[in-house]
């Protein structure tokens, strides 16, 4: 797996790298093939590192068979828990620092 941004909770952001190991570990031998075949449908190259190419692997992923398809939801949900939990976990970081330090208004009051 590459890790493109570690975020909070030691959680890493899915990508291309981790759908290929994933969807070997299902098919094996076989990966080859339907890696490319899933590509090709998502109009990759397998080198992207931006989180849209995952989106549209996991589309192409979810339009496969039935095995594949779940494959790709899995990803789809690590993928979109990744981002909420960032989100949140930034907004308590946020708050966290305007308790320790409030802004000159705050203390005035």
Do not use: K
Request: with cysteine; glycine share 4%; net charge neutral.
């Amino acid at each position: 797996m590459t890790v493109v941004h570690r975020g909070p909770y030691e959680m890493a952001r899915p990508d291309l790298g981790e759908a290929r190991a994933a969807l070997h570990r299902l098919y094996g031998a076989r990966t080859d093939q339907l890696w490319d075949d899933l590509l090709r449908a998502a109009q990759l190259t397998g080198r992207e590192t931006e989180p849209a190419a995952l989106e549209r692997l996991v589309a192409a992923m979810l339009a496969a068979d039935p095995v594949t398809a779940l494959c790709g939801r899995s990803l789809a949900i690590r993928a979109s828990t990744f981002v909420r939990l960032s989100a949140v976990h930034d907004l308590i970081r946020e708050r966290e620092r305007h308790l320790e330090a409030p802004e000159p208004s705050a203390r005035a009051a």
